[in-house]
């Protein structure tokens, strides 16, 4: 079944604390990226990435890393995470300017 | 800089009536225009794709519409069902997302 995985689906944390939202999928696309998603503001997209070892900051990318050592993976790091990046992130994949197949969402929580 | 509006945060419609939602743009001109549904706890689910020079699409009960001099894409769900429930979001160029439009279908 194609598919975007992402892990955890739910997170509590505390401010400053290192933590990695992982991102797979099992579709061969090359273009991947990640959104936020925020009551009164929609989805906005934090980086993207058209291939491998290829990345680019979106609207909102500050407080965030991304990589993409391989094509399948696309990991979100938020390296010192504080309380305004509470929300529900999500993962997506394409290709070739398809439509964008997204994952069922990580719901953050930074206290 | 680019701005996209749906319409409304939220429409009522009654079962069976025909729903209508709007996404309007501004500075900016999209090779195409993408609708998706999402549903609570979920993640976005495409629906129906309109490239610039079409004007209308068609999926089994849901149709888009294009008007780039106007800029703005309608999308319409006839014989509205109450499973047809959901946010409705439109998107620019795939990536330029609408705030979405919560649609109930009262029974």
């Known amino acids: 079944e194609a598919q975007v995985t992402q892990n955890p689906r739910y997170l509590i944390t505390v401010t400053g604390k290192k933590l990695t939202v992982t991102c797979s999928q099992n579709m061969n696309h090359e273009y991947m990226s990640w959104y936020r998603q925020d009551p009164g503001l929609g989805l906005r997209q934090i980086y993207y990435s058209m291939n491998v070892e290829v990345t680019d900051k979106g609207d909102v990318p500050e407080g965030y890393k991304v990589s993409r050592k391989e094509k399948r993976n696309f990991p979100l790091i938020l390296e010192s995470p504080s309380p305004n990046q509470t929300s529900l992130y999500f993962c997506?994949?394409?290709?070739?300017?398809?439509?964008?197949?997204f994952g069922d969402g990580t719901r953050l929580s930074i206290l | 800089s680019q701005k996209i509006e749906q319409n409304s945060e939220a429409l009522n419609i009654q079962e069976g009536k025909t729903a209508t939602l709007t996404c309007n743009y501004t500075n900016y001109s999209p090779a195409y225009l993408q609708w998706y549904r999402q549903d609570p706890g979920r993640g976005p689910v495409f629906l129906l794709l309109?490239?610039?020079?079409?004007k209308e699409k068609r999926k089994e009960r849901l149709k888009v519409t294009f008007d780039t001099t106007l800029k703005q894409s309608l999308f319409h769900i006839t014989a509205s069902q109450p499973a047809d429930s959901a946010t409705y979001l439109c998107?620019?160029?795939?990536?330029?997302f609408g705030k979405g439009t919560r649609l109930h279908i009262l029974p």
């Open positions: 997506a994949s394409s290709q070739n300017n398809q439509p964008q197949h």
């Open positions: 309109i490239r610039e020079n079409e």
């Open positions: 998107a620019l160029d795939g990536i330029i």
